[in-house]
């Protein structure tokens, strides 16, 4: 099999990137190791930012989203019993995000690409980037029963964080940055409208608390649980306790309980892999970096990543230049930075760490109360919530 763009992994970097490219007139072949129930299921964060949803719009890939996304103007902080409003539109010049699941984007653009798209191969597993760095790089796939070769003109790893294109990058070549955190997030969807209609952001001596949705009738909350803790231990009645607490407040706000129907913790990291390219292959998305989910920035930049080397290549077809695919790990690592920036802040900023020092209590809750009554904070959160622009 031959191709121009070997895409390997069918998340949203993979699937965005090959609808950019089709689009683009430029043909790519998407490998994806699991099943398409599977990639469709998977639960994730569910906020696009501004320039994602102007992204998906552009490809054609927005009409369900503006159909039944719902468009979200701020997001509560709550912390020392008391809540906090910080209003995107007013602090950014008029830009807000939208609340439309990763599992929804990606069954779109999953439709999109089997109907008008290139081939979109489920369980077809990569199993070895070769020739990295020649001019023909090739991907070495299994796929019903047998081995397979894809040869390429170039190939992209949008395979996440557990994916085998970042391996063909020599270690000497490479510098990776890590930091992982000692607690992870206890996931629940539950059948039951949101208790209230923006995101809650919660501080409390229990820990991090978070109130999302995915409906105006399915909402998604989360507990900040130590590190290593298995879901199953928690039963549906000690997470509503815990969650009632944490978002407790001075006034009659309540939080409406209802029939859980998923559950899960999510470990917390955050990791960027540098550099992003060797010679023909290029890593986007979760292949590349990871941030902890505080401020839901991970499929927000797996599309700026896949935008900029669509972008490149279109510039290297229409004028030769190799320029904007040999800027292309630069780029994207300055956005990326303030990304991995943004999260390790919000991160830090709600989540009490084990054997947190009463010193670091009151830094943070200062940190806080610095949010509630200097707009020149509140306008620093509310840029990055919103999302840093594609250079
Ligand atoms: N061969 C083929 N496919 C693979 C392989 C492989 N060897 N290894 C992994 N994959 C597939 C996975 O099954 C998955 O579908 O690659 C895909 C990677 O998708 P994601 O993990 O969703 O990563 P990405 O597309 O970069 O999206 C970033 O993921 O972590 C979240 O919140 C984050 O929303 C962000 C998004
Ligand atoms: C989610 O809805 O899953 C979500 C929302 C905001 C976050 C993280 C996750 O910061």
């Known amino acids: ?15 965005l990137l090959a609808r950019l490219l089709h689009n683009a007139g430029i043909d790519s ?14 639960q994730r964060a569910g906020i696009l930012e501004q320039g994602t949803v102007d992204v998906l719009r552009a490809a054609g890939a927005g009409a369900r989203m503006d159909r039944e996304g719902l468009r979200h103007d701020g997001i509560e902080l709550r912390f020392a019993r008391r809540r906090h409003r910080i209003d995107f539109p007013a602090l950014t010049g008029g830009r ?12 779109d653009l999953i439709a999109l690409q089997l109907k008008e798209g290139g081939p979109l191969l489920f369980e077809a597993e990569a199993l070895a980037v070769e020739g990295a760095d020649t001019g023909s790089p090739r991907v070495r796939f299994r796929h019903e029963g047998r081995e397979d070769v894809l040869e390429c003109a170039y190939v992209v790893g949008c395979d996440g964080f557990w994916g085998v294109a970042r391996k063909a990058v020599p ?23 949101p208790s209230h209609d923006e995101l809650v952001y919660a501080r409390h001596d229990r820990g991090f608390a978070l109130l999302s949705m995915r409906s105006p009738v399915v909402s998604r909350l989360y507990l900040q649980v130590p590190e290593g803790t298995d879901a199953e231990s928690w039963s549906d009645e000690a997470i509503w306790d815990e969650l ?49 989910p ?9 599309v700026g990543d896949v935008v900029t080397f669509a972008r490149a290549l279109e510039h ?9 695919l040999d800027a292309y790990s630069a780029t994207c690592l300055r956005r990326v930075w303030q990304a991995e920036r943004f999260s390790y802040e919000m991160t830090t900023l709600l989540h009490r760490p084990p054997g947190a020092t009463p010193f670091e209590d009151r830094i943070q809750l200062a940190r806080l109360e610095r949010l509630a009554s200097a707009r020149a904070a509140e306008q620093d959160l509310a840029e990055g919530y919103t999302g840093f622009a594609l250079e």
Not at 180 to 187: A, K, N, Q, R
């Open 294 to 302: 505080t401020g839901a920035k991970g499929l927000n930049l797996a």
């Open 171 to 193: 270690e000497e070549l490479t510098q990776v940055f890590e930091r992982t955190y000692p607690f992870g997030w206890l996931g629940i969807l539950a059948d039951v409208p």
């Open 244 to 292: 009632e607490r944490r978002f407790e407040t001075d006034d009659d706000w309540r939080l409406a309980r209802g029939p859980i129907t998923a559950k899960s913790v999510t470990p917390m990291r955050s990791h960027v892999h540098e550099p992003m390219r060797h010679g023909r292959l290029f890593l986007a998305g979760d292949a590349a970096h990871i941030v902890p």
């Open 96 to 107: 807000s995000v939208m609340v439309y699941a990763q599992t929804e984007v990606c069954k």
């Open 1 to 15: 099999m031959r191709t121009t763009v070997g895409i390997i992994g069918a998340g949203p970097a993979g699937l």
């Open 29 to 42: 072949v998407v490998l994806e190791s699991r099943d398409r129930g599977y990639v469709e299921q998977r």
């Open 316 to 324: 290297r077809r229409d004028t030769g230049s190799d320029a904007l």
